[in-house]
């Protein structure tokens, strides 16, 4: 079984700061998404990287896979307290039926 | 519908009882998921279907848990003798596709469910 280990688990900076969220496995994956799930609610989806060294910018946030397709990282830039949340990293996993796959996610608190 | 809908939103019951958890997904969305959240960690797959088969139920834990999803629409997931060990938030998604990588996955709120 595929396995996506994210890092850092947890991340606490102050307003206006830059931070570099880690998603990394020893296996290839077709793809990698991005998702944020804020407190009482599922995860919302962010971004889908496909090609590796692949880079997607959504406002502040900045996504790139990794050239091997092993790891993908995602950069926020000028946080925000609205930014705040849990951040988490999905694969597909192609060694069965395509099941989703999740990374151990990172909490991310930005303070005003 | 609007987006995807679970019941109850909270679920508090006894060790040993028995619990349904439901899931309503987008109206058009042939596959159907089932997630297990402990607080501060990513979803662990359960059980994924494809209309109204299931085609990867790996992740379950054991066999007091099952679901269905008769129809190919409402999802239903049973838990038998719960134990405190069950507690968590299980989320429900459903996508228009499956299998590609670059679905779009669309969670519902998820259920809490409490076993003391």
């Known amino acids: 079984t595929q396995l996506l280990e994210q890092s850092p688990q947890f991340l606490s900076i102050q307003e206006g700061e830059n931070l570099t969220v880690y998603c990394n496995s020893s296996?290839?994956?077709?793809?990698l998404q991005w998702y944020r799930q804020e407190p009482g609610e599922g995860p919302v989806l962010l971004v889908t990287v496909v090609t590796g060294g692949e880079v997607k910018k959504l406002k502040r946030l900045t996504f790139q896979f990794g050239d091997a397709r092993k790891d993908s990282s995602l950069h926020i830039t000028a946080a925000q307290p609205g930014d705040t949340g849990l951040y988490l990293c999905?694969?597909?996993?192609?060694?069965?039926?395509?099941?989703?796959?999740f990374g151990t996610g990172t909490r991310l608190k930005v303070l005003a | 519908g609007a987006g995807v809908s679970q019941t109850p939103s909270n679920k508090v019951t006894e060790k040993g009882k028995y619990v349904e958890l439901r899931c309503d997904p987008i109206?058009?969305?042939?596959?159907l998921y089932w997630y297990r959240q402990s607080l501060g960690q990513g979803p662990e797959f359960l059980i994924y279907f494809q209309g109204t088969g299931a085609a990867d139920d790996s992740g379950l834990p054991n066999d007091r848990f099952f679901a269905v999803r008769p129809e190919g629409s409402v999802s239903t997931l049973k838990i038998q003798r719960t134990e405190r060990g069950d507690s968590a938030v299980y989320l429900c998604a459903s996508s228009l596709t499956s299998g590609t990588g670059t679905d779009t996955q669309y969670f519902g709120p998820g259920t809490r469910l409490t076993v003391l």
């Open positions: 296996s290839v994956f077709s793809s």
């Open positions: 109206s058009g969305h042939t596959a």
């Open positions: 999905a694969g597909v996993d192609t060694s069965g039926t395509y099941k989703y796959i």
